[in-house]
């Protein structure tokens, strides 16, 4: 029998808990052992919870007890769980995280520290889709090209939303924090942050950089209007939260933010609360992994699978190699990020106005390729809606600073990137 300590019996901690006793049976079957959760840690034991095994609040009597074979955390925050974990991999216990905070701060540190103790991670990108196997094992025989991945569920929620309903953003927020899928203060879903250290722990998998969220380009949705939605419809686009990581000539390039892709996209085709993961190998091609991202039973699901690996036997090194990767490869900064941009100015409307737009897009190395014109509210405004050819962000940003100083045009110019 294999016994399972939990640090956090919150909704995930408790599907994990139901889940192994519900479905005892078929888990040993394909584990080859019983495995059963005896003990939980949570911060007030006076919550009822709908799950019937012993609980404490005191972590460190789940990780130093006799009884626990394999500590599971997922309690969220990254310090705490730092502690813990780091406890737990030096007392010889494997650890299954869900916390993909933890990793986006301290994965490398945690390798160090595991040495040949399991650690394993699949429920901390992506819910129930099993992306952390893919890179690790499936797709062990490629260099990969690309990761493009629907990351949150909130934000894709909302942006669908948004497009097909026609929604502004701040009532598909409303309607998303009503239905639980956004949390009353939803910043670090619709901020970008919850998919950046999502992007960062398939980064260190699949490029072996060890990136800080820091580091790396982190945009949300919280800017997307109606005109930014039309104008993708109108010219073949949907518009999506998505977190990219690309092998380019001189680096990797790692970023989230909302994007500009073909509607006819494969990834394009996701909608609602689901997630999915575009991975481009240099000898598969490109494989895709959908399913839904978040909920008790499916992170439950790839929580246990981690656990069932474990007791087969079935290690490996946490980040999926055992000498360094890609060698040579490095995190390219923010203004080295190359890709085309839609641009949204609110302009005077008057002779020479559109001259001076292009000329000053022209002196920063801005070549446009589509444009377009609507009518502002205002009477005496107009909209300019621009696509630009491929340039460097450190060019994008100083046109934008350009624009803003001209007098004929007013201080919110609006960006997203394409990624075609």
């Known amino acids: 029998m294999v016994k399972v300590g939990i640090l956090g019996v919150g909704t995930v901690g408790e599907s994990v808990a139901k889940i192994l006793i519900e479905n005892g049976d078929i888990i040993e079957a394909r584990a080859g052992r019983r495995i059963v959760p005896v003990i939980g840690a949570v911060r007030d034991l006076g919550k009822a919870r709908s799950v019937d095994i012993p609980l404490t609040d005191d972590p460190m009597e789940v990780i130093e007890s006799a009884d626990v074979d394999i500590v599971v955390e997922l309690m969220g925050g990254v310090e705490e769980p730092y502690r813990l974990v780091k406890k737990a991999l030096e007392e010889g ?39 952390i196997g893919a890179l690790r094992n499936g797709l062990s025989a490629n260099h990969i090209e690309s990761i493009k991945g629907i990351m949150n569920g909130t934000c894709n929620f909302m942006l669908t939303k948004m497009i097909d309903e026609g929604a502004d953003y701040e009532t598909v927020l409303a309607e998303a924090q009503e239905l639980g899928y956004a949390e009353a ?12 250290h999502k992007l960062l722990i398939l980064g260190s998998i699949a490029y072996g950089i060890d990136a800080k969220p820091e580091e790396i380009i982190i945009e949300g949705i ?31 390039e790692m970023r989230v933010h909302a994007t500009m892709i073909p509607a006819e996209s494969m990834i394009a085709k996701v909608d609602g609360v689901m997630n ?83 000329s000053t897009l022209g002196e920063h190395g801005i070549s446009i390729e589509s444009m377009l014109q609507k009518p502002s509210r205002l009477t005496d405004r107009v909209r300019l809606l621009f696509t630009t050819h491929e340039c460097y962000e450190s060019e994008i940003r100083e046109a934008i600073d350009a624009l803003r100083s001209l007098d004929v045009v007013d201080d919110s110019v609006g960006m997203i990137r394409i990624e075609k």
């Open 185 to 196: 203060d939803p910043t670090f879903d619709v901020g970008g942050y919850d998919a950046a």
């Open 276 to 358: 999915a993961v575009s991975v481009v190998g240099d000898r598969v091609g490109e494989t895709m992994f959908y399913g839904p991202g978040a909920g008790g039973d499916a992170t439950a699901s790839a929580v246990i699978a981690d656990i069932v690996e474990i007791v087969r036997g079935n290690t490996g090194p946490m980040l999926g190699y055992k000498k360094g990767l890609e060698s040579g490869m490095k995190l390219l900064p923010p203004e080295r990020v190359r890709s085309h941009y839609y641009l949204k100015l609110k302009v005077v409307d008057r002779p020479g106005v559109l001259a001076a737009v292009t």
């Open 93 to 131: 216990k494997p650890v299954v995280t869900a916390n993909k905070a933890l990793l986006a701060y301290h994965r490398y540190e945690l390798q160090e520290i595991a040495g040949s103790t399991p650690l394993f991670y699949e429920a901390s990108v992506a819910g129930g889709i099993p992306i």
């Open 222 to 252: 919280e800017n997307i209007s109606a005109t930014d939605v039309e104008f993708a419809r109108e010219f073949g686009y949907e518009i999506k939260l998505l977190g990219i990581a690309k092998k380019v000539d001189d680096g990797v």
